[in-house]
């Protein structure tokens, strides 16, 4: 009575769509940080499925080094988007051009 | 009984995924991932991660989620939020995923019924919390003091890119760039 694996994946592949569809179409840079959250969440689906069911606790350990850094990541990111809003006074992504040649 | 949980925990984590990229209020879509950590903690609970699902709610849905919604209404963004104007682009990217996503969704099912691979792992012990205990500070201990070097890092960069005024007396008489603030 166990759920099979490819289920786990096929609803990571779900969530991991969806957060590289976010990325690529919202204009927000907040949205588009929490679509990064969801891939990093597919990811973490993926390992403690996969640890469930090959019986090895390493999938565990690798979503706690995910968690890391994407508690790292949360943090540079806002910080960067607290200079970007200082600087522009918007946080609209395509207000952003200083590197665009 | 497994497949019930894992469909409504399947089903609550798709929609609110969903609902994180369609909501237009960047409030409303970080409530929603919050929904989506929790559903998330659900499925862990369900294949005996039980750490893993407590880490979950503390870090995601105590810690980064209020970090979001602390930005969000420091910012004050409520307004303009149209999809991006090169959804082409992005629809040219997405689509030959999805079609890749079906595919292997078409030919994958049936393989993965098989038996897993005899791994020597000793039987699964009942704690834990213990087992990821002993595992981390033994087989992943360097990457553990790799990961406390990465927290520290990025709390200073947090540090440096958002306080306003670090350096800004001793870069007062260089040049400025002319779209700086």
């Given at each position: 009575m166990m759920v099979p694996v490819s289920y786990y994946l096929i609803l990571s592949a779900i969530v991991f769509l969806t957060g590289v569809v976010g990325v690529l179409i919202r204009r927000n840079i907040i949205a588009i940080l929490l679509s990064i959250e969801l891939m990093l969440n597919a990811t973490n689906i993926n390992f403690v499925a996969f640890s469930d069911r090959l019986q090895d606790l390493g999938g565990q350990v690798f979503v706690f080094f995910t968690l890391t850094v994407a508690a790292a990541e949360v943090a540079v990111g806002l910080a960067i988007i607290i200079a970007l809003h200082r600087s522009k006074s918007t946080i609209n992504i395509e207000e952003f051009n200083l590197l665009k040649w | 009984m497994a497949y019930m949980f894992f469909g409504y925990f399947a089903g609550i984590i798709a929609i609110t995924a969903i609902l994180v990229v369609a909501l237009r209020n960047p409030v409303y879509s970080a409530l929603s991932l919050l929904v989506m950590f929790f559903h998330v903690a659900g499925l862990y609970i369900t294949l005996h991660a039980e750490f893993l699902a407590a880490v979950q709610v503390i870090i995601?849905?105590?810690?980064i989620l209020v970090l979001y919604l602390f930005v969000v209404m420091l910012l004050n963004v409520n307004r303009?939020?149209?999809?991006?104007?090169?959804w082409r682009v992005a629809a040219f990217v997405c689509i030959p995923l999805s079609i890749e996503f079906l595919v292997l969704l078409s030919g994958g099912i049936g393989s993965a019924?098989?038996?897993?691979?005899?791994?020597?792992?000793?039987?699964?012990?009942?704690n834990n919390t213990l087992a990821i205990g002993k595992m981390l500070f033994s087989t992943y201990l360097f990457p553990f003091e790799v990961a406390s070097l990465i927290l520290l890092v990025a709390m200073i960069g947090a540090i440096v890119l958002a306080?306003?005024?670090?350096?800004e007396n001793n870069a007062k008489h260089m040049t400025r760039a002319p779209g700086a603030r």
């Open positions: - | 995601y849905g105590g810690a303009d939020d149209r999809y991006h104007s090169q019924h098989r038996a897993p691979a005899s791994l020597s792992v000793e039987p699964y012990i009942s306080k306003r005024d670090i350096g």
